[in-house]
């Protein structure tokens, strides 16, 4: 599986990113795609996932009023929306990819992950 992310970028407190995930390769193999944060200085932190077939989301509580991810099937492209951004949310986020059937909260859940792309919210 080969995941390309984009998206991110400087913005102000209050603004909205979205930031793509395109996968391909074995995508028959994908049982939820997540995306995960790290902060400098911080470990990574879960944000999102979402089931592949799509039934199925969950976010942080940190996010889950204003972050929604969902997926343009046809591009095989997972998208991360992020609305009302703070300070606070600036970090590299990560879209991640899990052939398991298991707490997709968990990094170790996914075994293929995207390059990271930064997001800075400035105040």
């Known amino acids: 599986v080969n995941i390309v992310e984009s998206g991110g970028g400087l913005v102000q407190a209050g603004e909205s990113l979205r930031l793509s995930c395109a996968v391909s390769?074995?995508?028959?193999?994908?049982?939820?795609m997540g995306w995960f944060r790290q902060a400098p200085g911080k470990e990574r932190e879960f944000v999102g996932y979402?089931?592949?077939?799509?039934?199925?989301?969950r976010y942080a509580d940190s996010v889950k009023d204003r972050f929604r991810i969902s997926r343009d099937n046809p591009k095989n492209t997972v998208y991360l929306q992020m609305n009302s951004l703070k300070p606070e949310d600036t970090a590299v986020y990560y879209c991640?990819?899990?052939?398991?059937?298991?707490?997709?909260?968990?990094?170790?859940?996914?075994?293929?992950w995207g390059q990271g792309t930064q997001v800075t919210v400035s105040s």
């Open positions: 991640a990819v899990s052939t398991l059937n298991a707490d997709w909260r968990i990094s170790g859940a996914y075994g293929y």
């Open positions: 390769g074995r995508t028959f193999s994908i049982n939820a």
């Open positions: 979402m089931s592949w077939s799509g039934g199925y989301k």
